[in-house]
């Protein structure tokens, strides 16, 4: 991991991607899913207390005519004034919206979070960087389905696409 770049939170986005109950229950690696959401909801706590937005992503199965139990936000996740995005592909951009509400707002970095590291948080940032984002990954805020697939995303992906920090280094300060 490299040194985290100070962030202006009136251009900062923080997005956390499937922090569903259902999606958190599952095994999971290199940490367990209720560790990844504890380490999000302190991340989203200290945008929140700095003005910065945050982007809570699910995901919705668009052939499902009924989503399967546990398919909303762990309770208490989203709070007033967060953007609430659902998807219905791997990635968080495709046909939500959320590049306009980002832009909206004058973001032009996002730090990201969220399971699967390797999959929802990898297709959602690679659409970011296509989009011209600066991209900043809190490692620790994220799991995948085999330690191997979260850490060739940290290691080999992310580092190409952006910054890799650990989540209690990412520093929000007015520019």
Known sequence: MTAAPVLDPQRTALVLVDLMER?????????RGTEVLATAEELAGVFRAAGAPVALVRVERASAAEQPPGSGLVPGLAKDGDLEVVKRTIGAFQGTGLDERLRERGVTTLVFGGIATNLGVESTAR???????????AEDAMAAFTTAEHEASVRLDFPRLGTVVAAADVRLTPA
């Open 23 to 31: 999606i958190v229950a599952l095994p999971l690696e290199p940490r």
């Open 127 to 137: 659409a970011a960087a296509d989009l011209g984002y600066d991209l900043v990954f």
